[in-house]
Structure formats: structure tokens, C-alpha cells
């Protein structure tokens, strides 16, 4: 009894997990199952039906039986109760208590199959059917603003498409991406709740159909370079031949050797920190240079344009910088070479060279079909090199940018330069050790809350050249980073506006939203680092080969965007075109790409400015100009 009994009871288990199993096969199965029921019951009750002999009409055909028991089983008032013997009675009364059964859950399995299919479609784990679209790997803060400079970038794309693919939830991302950003409409954004990291994921956004792909480490994740390499591991793996570009990020600068040999020249990596730290060191000594910077970089007006134009083949890189009405030449990108930013002017334009240029589009790089503009050589100026002087910059708070500020600092100023430190932690060894490490500035660090007056009241503000306020990035919530800041700066333009002496003043954001609260003038400094990145990134996606013009601008070694004053290239008060602005930069080796000029009491900031646009300019405006020193 006991051998039976447990016999009875595995075959009991058996059973129940035959038919936990068929359930866990989803919907279609269940319908299969419960379709397969159905047949058998007709078929056994039609069965006895015609064995019994028991049917209200002799000349009802085997079909005719089938029929009714179907009625009987959806829809019993259909065929006459009274009908038959009593055996035909309760067969049909049986094949009728099945019917009920069955509809009832054929509905319930309709409606939780319907139920899980709006419960995947939620949690965004359906396949991505598009092709040539920007694909996204990850979630952060700057993701607004890729999206928000892809949308403008494909503004004349029809029906661009940009899938990003991260842990986040699909409906959340939706929400937070519709309260920031506004799309043009012929722009779609399809989130995926995924991981970048995971084979299975990555195919439901079709990475090898993308026509590029930025990864974006999260805010949160306690290794972003360890994140990124991950990613580009499963995107070679996943497409080993491809060949759209890949753009990512770089917090240390040792790690970009790495992530280079796993996407060879596939991926363009750019290093965070030190652009970032870049940009402040070039804007802090430069007022207005931001704007620069900013124009370049977004898409709302003038880009970087690679051209080829056959009829400029055998010109000298200085006769074609006339040609150009409505577009500023950058450099030459030659084959099988990099780009080169601002080449030597005697440089002669080969076959297959193309033009790096400004312009408003792609389209509008064209040569200039009427006379160039006339060169006023009377009103050219030939001043000498201004010698550098020893500067004094006071830097209001600490991060991990300091160190490369630091060094990037020291390539600039002239030797005898001093920097001064105060941050409310203790960073004199990191201090010091910079100190040891550079050659042109004395390092000194102080610890104090620069959001006390107090404290800036006796950093004495006015006696120093440049003030830069960094972001306090030991606090977890970026908007508590920009609160400290924005106190910190209220406090310094106040002291430096009862002054009788200009301080140049760059503040360091986290966030552009606090960035607008805070300006007061077009030409306010601020480097706002997730809206840089998020610039970069959208860039180099859509135009791989501005990675090294970009990183040619940036870099103290090579030629970078200088202000200078307007009066070394032409005399002011003077009614001069601008193409004579330009003619007086070349006899420098310089480019002349805009200015930054006061008119009616606002300074406003103007690049690739036409050739022959007549300005009357003054001893305090400036020349944008693209220069080795």
C-alpha cells in the first residue's frame, strides 16, 4: 500500500507539473490546449449522441449532430430544450456545462495575454524594427542634451529616428525626456529598458543597422570607464565587421589606451575631464570665449563642415581664405591623413583634399562667385607680439578637473604666474604636489567656505586677473553642487563690480538650467559639463572626423581660439570690411573667424562673420582668431 500510495502520489506530482509547464507556454499554447479540448468533447458527445440512437430528427446527418453540439456548447438557448430523448437531453446538458468552462477561459486567457502583451510593450522589451537610426547605450543628465542637439541636427532628415537602450524604466524615460526636451516632428525617440551590457538586450535596438552610436555611462555607476569598455566589448562582439561610429567618454585619461584597442578605429573616445578643464583654463584668461566655443560646438547655428571642391585644387591654403563668402576655412583634412587645423598658409591644395570649414550647412560651403570684397591695406595694422605677463587666477572651490586646470594653466602663463586655492576641504599635498610637478605658476591652497563673504572679502578678488569657481563634486545632488556655486558667485560679482578693475569670472555648472538662472549678460562664462559633453558626443556621432579637429582646438600644443584686441589687426573708428580683418590675421599665420564687439551697450559674440560686412570697430572690442599663440 505504501509502494502504491507513493506511486499514486508521483504520478499525482507528474501530472500537476505536466500542467504547470503547458501554462508557463504562454498564450498561443493555452489556446492550442483549449482548442484541442474543444475537439474532443464535440467529437465524444457527437459520438454517443449517434450510438444512443436518441435524436429528435431521423434525418439529421452526422454533420447536423456535430452542429448542434457546438450550439449547445456557446449558445444553449439556440436549439430547443425540449427536443430528443432524455439521453440526447443530458448529453447536450453536459456538452453545454463544458462550453460554458471553455469560453470562460478562452476569455481569461485572452485577457491576460492581451494584459502581458501592454505589460511588455510598457517595460519596452519589444524588437527596435528601424535602420540607419542614433543609437544611445546608457542613461545619464546630459542625455537631454544629445537628444536636444540630434533633433536639431536632423531637422532635415526625414523621419530620423534616435533609440536609446538603458536600465531605466521604457515609460519613465518617455515622461522625463517629453518634460525637457521639445522635438521637431519629424524626430522620434524610442526608449528600450535594457542593459547596454547584455548580448539579448542589445539586439532588440539593432546596433548593427544604427548609423552611429553614443554611449553614455550612468550618473550613478561607481565606475563609468569600467561601464563604457563593457559596452564597447559587447557591441564589437555583437558586430565585429562593423563600421558605424561609436563616440564615448573617458573619465581617466589612462583608460582611452584600452577602450582604443577594443574599437581600433571604430570608436572616437573623448576624455572628459580634460576637455572640460581645457575649456575653463583657455576661457578663464580669454572673457567671451565660451560663447566661441559653444557656437562651434551646437548645432543652433554655424558647424564644421568637411568639403571637397575640385576648383581650389593647386591654391595656397591662404588664397582660399577669401573664397569663402559665407563659410570660414578651418583647415585641410588630406587622405590617409588626419585633419589639420590651421596648416601653414603656403600649403598647397592637393587632389582629394578637403576643406574644414564654418558654415551654416554642408550646402552653403561654396565659393564665392562675385569679386572677393576690396583688401583696405591703408587701415591694416602690423603690431608686434604682445608679451605675456605674469597673472594672478584665484581658484573658488575643488575637483577632480583641478589637476589637469593645473597643468594646462601652466602651458599658458607666463613664468612667475601665481594660483591661489580656497575650498572648504584640506587639498594642500594635491597642492603641493602640483606645485612640484609645474614650472611657470606658483600653487598655493587655502581652506575656507567660499560661500561666506568673509571669506572672498579677504581673498582681496580685484587683485587677481581670473577668478574660476569649480563645482563641489563630493556632494551626491547636482543641484545642491550649483546652489553652493551660485552662492559663491553672487558673492564674487558683487565684490568685483564695487571694483575698479576688470576680473575675468568662469563658473563651472552641472546643470544648464542653473546656468540660465544665473546669467546676466550674453557673454557670461560658464561651462556647464554635461551640456559640453552632450555637445562633443552629438558632434563627433554625426561627424567622426571632428574628434581630432576638436581635440586639435582644445590641446595647448596645437593651434587653439584666441580674443584678441581688434586694434593689433586694424586701426578702430575706421569703417573696415571684414575680409580686411582676415588679410591682416594671414600676414600673422592666423585665422580670423568672428569678433566679440560692444554695440549700444551689450557685447555679443559673432563667428564666421561674411567677408564683407563693414564694421567701425573700437579700442575694446575684439578678434576671434584661430592661432598657435
Same mark, same amino acid.
Given at each position: 500500500?505504501y509502494?502504491?500510495?507513493g506511486h499514486?502520489g508521483t504520478?499525482?506530482q507528474?501530472?500537476?507539473y505536466s500542467?504547470?509547464?503547458?501554462?508557463?507556454? #504562454?498564450?498561443?499554447t493555452?489556446l492550442v490546449?483549449l482548442g484541442v479540448v474543444v475537439?474532443l468533447v464535440?467529437a465524444?458527445?457527437?459520438?454517443a449522441?449517434?450510438?444512443?440512437?436518441d435524436?429528435p430528427?431521423e434525418?439529421m446527418s452526422?454533420?447536423?449532430?456535430?452542429?448542434t453540439v457546438?450550439?449547445?456548447m456557446?449558445d444553449?438557448s439556440?436549439v #430547443?430544450?425540449?427536443?430528443?430523448g432524455?439521453?440526447?437531453?443530458i448529453?447536450?446538458?453536459?456538452?453545454?456545462?463544458?462550453?460554458?468552462i471553455?469560453? =470562460?477561459? %478562452?476569455?481569461?486567457?485572452i485577457?491576460?495575454g492581451?494584459?502581458?502583451?501592454?505589460?511588455t510593450?510598457?517595460?519596452?522589451r519589444?524588437?527596435?524594427?528601424e535602420?540607419k537610426?542614433?543609437?544611445?547605450?546608457?542613461?545619464?543628465e546630459r542625455?537631454?542634451?544629445i537628444?536636444?542637439?540630434?533633433a536639431i541636427a536632423?531637422e532635415n532628415v526625414?523621419q530620423?529616428?534616435i533609440? $536609446?537602450?538603458a536600465?531605466?524604466d521604457k515609460v519613465d524615460?518617455?515622461?522625463r525626456?517629453r518634460e525637457? $526636451?521639445?522635438l521637431p +516632428?519629424g524626430?522620434?525617440?524610442? &526608449?528600450?529598458s #535594457?542593459?547596454p551590457l547584455d548580448?539579448?538586450?542589445?539586439?532588440i535596438?539593432? !546596433?548593427?543597422?544604427?548609423?552611429s552610436?553614443?554611449?553614455i555611462? !550612468?550618473?550613478?555607476?561607481e565606475n +563609468?570607464d569600467a %561601464?563604457?569598455?563593457k559596452?564597447?566589448l559587447?557591441? $564589437?562582439h555583437?558586430d565585429p565587421h562593423?563600421?558605424? +561610429?561609436?563616440?564615448a567618454?573617458?573619465?581617466d585619461?589612462?583608460?582611452?589606451?584600452v577602450a582604443?584597442?577594443?574599437?581600433? /578605429?571604430?570608436?572616437r573616445l573623448i576624455p572628459?575631464?580634460l576637455v572640460?578643464?581645457?575649456?575653463?583654463t583657455q576661457t &578663464?584668461?580669454? !572673457?567671451g570665449?565660451?560663447m566661441v566655443?559653444?557656437?562651434?560646438?551646437d548645432?543652433g547655428g554655424?558647424?564644421?563642415y568637411?568639403?571637397?571642391?575640385d576648383?581650389?585644387?593647386?591654391?595656397t %591654403?591662404?588664397d582660399i581664405?577669401?573664397?569663402f563668402e559665407?563659410?570660414?576655412?578651418?583647415?585641410?583634412?588630406?587622405?590617409?591623413r588626419?585633419?589639420?587645423v590651421?596648416?601653414?598658409?603656403?600649403m598647397i591644395?592637393?587632389d582629394g583634399?578637403e576643406?574644414?570649414?564654418?558654415?551654416?550647412?554642408?550646402?552653403?560651403?561654396?565659393?564665392?562667385t562675385t569679386?572677393?570684397?576690396?583688401?583696405d591695406e591703408?587701415?591694416?595694422?602690423?603690431s !608686434?607680439?604682445v608679451?605675456?605677463s +605674469?597673472?594672478?587666477i584665484?581658484?573658488l572651490?575643488?575637483n577632480s578637473?583641478?589637476?589637469?586646470?593645473?597643468h594646462?594653466?601652466?602651458q599658458y602663463v607666463?613664468? #612667475? =604666474?601665481t594660483?591661489?586655492?580656497?575650498?572648504?576641504?584640506?587639498?594642500s599635498l594635491?597642492v603641493?604636489e602640483l606645485?612640484?610637478?609645474t614650472k611657470?605658476?606658483?600653487?598655493?591652497a587655502?581652506?575656507a567656505?567660499?560661500?561666506h563673504r568673509s571669506v572672498l572679502?579677504?581673498?582681496q578678488?580685484?587683485?587677481?586677473?581670473?577668478?574660476?569657481?569649480?563645482a563641489?563634486?563630493?556632494?551626491?545632488?547636482p543641484? /545642491?553642487?550649483?546652489?553652493?556655486?551660485?552662492?559663491?558667485l553672487?558673492h564674487?560679482r558683487?565684490?568685483v563690480?564695487s571694483g575698479?578693475?576688470?576680473?575675468?569670472i568662469?563658473t563651472e555648472m552641472?546643470?544648464d538650467?542653473?546656468?540660465?538662472l544665473?546669467?546676466? =549678460?550674453a557673454?557670461?562664462?560658464?561651462?556647464v559639463?554635461?551640456?559640453?559633453?552632450?555637445l562633443?558626443l552629438?558632434q563627433?556621432?554625426?561627424?567622426p572626423?571632428?574628434?581630432?579637429?576638436f581635440a586639435?582646438?582644445?590641446?595647448?600644443a596645437?593651434?587653439?581660439?584666441?580674443?584678441?584686441?581688434a586694434?593689433v589687426?586694424v586701426?578702430?573708428?575706421?569703417e573696415?570690411?571684414?575680409?580686411t580683418?582676415v588679410a591682416s590675421a594671414?600676414r600673422?599665420?592666423?585665422?580670423? $573667424?568672428?569678433?566679440r564687439?560692444?554695440?549700444?551697450?551689450?557685447?555679443m559674440?559673432d563667428?564666421?562673420?561674411?567677408?564683407?560686412s563693414?564694421?567701425v570697430y573700437?579700442? =575694446?572690442?575684439?578678434i576671434?582668431?584661430?592661432?598657435v599663440d
Amino acid at each position: 500500500m505504501y509502494r502504491d500510495g507513493g506511486h499514486m502520489g508521483t504520478v499525482r506530482q507528474r501530472l500537476r507539473y505536466s500542467i504547470d509547464g503547458l501554462f508557463a507556454r #504562454g498564450t498561443t499554447t493555452l489556446l492550442v490546449v483549449l482548442g484541442v479540448v474543444v475537439v474532443l468533447v464535440m467529437a465524444s458527445v457527437s459520438v454517443a449522441v449517434v450510438s444512443s440512437g436518441d435524436i429528435p430528427n431521423e434525418d439529421m446527418s452526422v454533420v447536423d449532430i456535430v452542429w448542434t453540439v457546438f450550439a449547445y456548447m456557446y449558445d444553449p438557448s439556440s436549439v #430547443g430544450y425540449d427536443e430528443g430523448g432524455w439521453t440526447y437531453r443530458i448529453l447536450l446538458l453536459g456538452a453545454s456545462l463544458v462550453g460554458v468552462i471553455v469560453l =470562460s477561459t %478562452f476569455i481569461g486567457i485572452i485577457t491576460n495575454g492581451f494584459s502581458n502583451m501592454l505589460e511588455t510593450l510598457r517595460k519596452g522589451r519589444s524588437t527596435v524594427l528601424e535602420s540607419k537610426h542614433t543609437l544611445i547605450l546608457g542613461w545619464s543628465e546630459r542625455i537631454y542634451g544629445i537628444v536636444s542637439e540630434l533633433a536639431i541636427a536632423n531637422e532635415n532628415v526625414k523621419q530620423a529616428r534616435i533609440v $536609446i537602450l538603458a536600465h531605466e524604466d521604457k515609460v519613465d524615460m518617455e515622461d522625463r525626456l517629453r518634460e525637457r $526636451i521639445s522635438l521637431p +516632428p519629424g524626430t522620434k525617440v524610442i &526608449c528600450r529598458s #535594457g542593459s547596454p551590457l547584455d548580448m539579448t538586450d542589445l539586439d532588440i535596438v539593432a !546596433p548593427t543597422e544604427a548609423r552611429s552610436i553614443i554611449v553614455i555611462a !550612468p550618473d550613478d555607476h561607481e565606475n +563609468p570607464d569600467a %561601464f563604457v569598455v563593457k559596452t564597447l566589448l559587447a557591441l $564589437i562582439h555583437k558586430d565585429p565587421h562593423g563600421t558605424s +561610429p561609436i563616440v564615448a567618454t573617458m573619465q581617466d585619461v589612462k583608460n582611452i589606451e584600452v577602450a582604443s584597442i577594443i574599437g581600433r /578605429e571604430r570608436v572616437r573616445l573623448i576624455p572628459n575631464e580634460l576637455v572640460i578643464s581645457q575649456i575653463i583654463t583657455q576661457t &578663464c584668461r580669454q !572673457p567671451g570665449l565660451s560663447m566661441v566655443y559653444t557656437e562651434l560646438l551646437d548645432f543652433g547655428g554655424d558647424e564644421l563642415y568637411f568639403t571637397r571642391i575640385d576648383s581650389l585644387v593647386g591654391k595656397t %591654403f591662404a588664397d582660399i581664405l577669401l573664397d569663402f563668402e559665407d563659410s570660414t576655412v578651418f583647415g585641410i583634412k588630406r587622405p590617409n591623413r588626419g585633419p589639420m587645423v590651421n596648416p601653414p598658409m603656403d600649403m598647397i591644395i592637393e587632389d582629394g583634399d578637403e576643406i574644414i570649414a564654418l558654415s551654416a550647412d554642408d550646402d552653403t560651403v561654396v565659393v564665392r562667385t562675385t569679386p572677393r570684397p576690396e583688401i583696405d591695406e591703408a587701415v591694416m595694422v602690423s603690431s !608686434p607680439a604682445v608679451k605675456r605677463s +605674469p597673472e594672478r587666477i584665484l581658484v573658488l572651490g575643488w575637483n577632480s578637473r583641478g589637476t589637469f586646470i593645473m597643468h594646462e594653466l601652466d602651458q599658458y602663463v607666463a613664468f #612667475g =604666474s601665481t594660483i591661489d586655492v580656497i575650498d572648504r576641504l584640506d587639498h594642500s599635498l594635491a597642492v603641493q604636489e602640483l606645485d612640484d610637478a609645474t614650472k611657470n605658476i606658483e600653487i598655493r591652497a587655502k581652506i575656507a567656505d567660499t560661500t561666506h563673504r568673509s571669506v572672498l572679502d579677504a581673498a582681496q578678488l580685484t587683485s587677481y586677473d581670473s577668478v574660476i569657481v569649480l563645482a563641489d563634486m563630493t556632494l551626491s545632488d547636482p543641484q /545642491e553642487a550649483d546652489a553652493r556655486t551660485l552662492m559663491t558667485l553672487i558673492h564674487v560679482r558683487d565684490i568685483v563690480a564695487s571694483g575698479d578693475r576688470h576680473v575675468n569670472i568662469v563658473t563651472e555648472m552641472l546643470d544648464d538650467r542653473n546656468r540660465q538662472l544665473a546669467s546676466v =549678460s550674453a557673454t557670461d562664462d560658464f561651462i556647464v559639463s554635461n551640456k559640453i559633453t552632450s555637445l562633443l558626443l552629438t558632434q563627433v556621432a554625426e561627424n567622426p572626423d571632428l574628434s581630432a579637429v576638436f581635440a586639435d582646438l582644445f590641446d595647448a600644443a596645437g593651434s587653439e581660439l584666441y580674443l584678441k584686441p581688434a586694434y593689433v589687426y586694424v586701426k578702430t573708428g575706421t569703417e573696415v570690411n571684414f575680409a580686411t580683418v582676415v588679410a591682416s590675421a594671414l600676414r600673422r599665420g592666423e585665422i580670423a $573667424i568672428g569678433h566679440r564687439r560692444v554695440t549700444n551697450g551689450s557685447t555679443m559674440v559673432d563667428v564666421n562673420v561674411p567677408k564683407s560686412s563693414r564694421f567701425v570697430y573700437s579700442e =575694446s572690442d575684439m578678434i576671434v582668431v584661430l592661432a598657435v599663440d
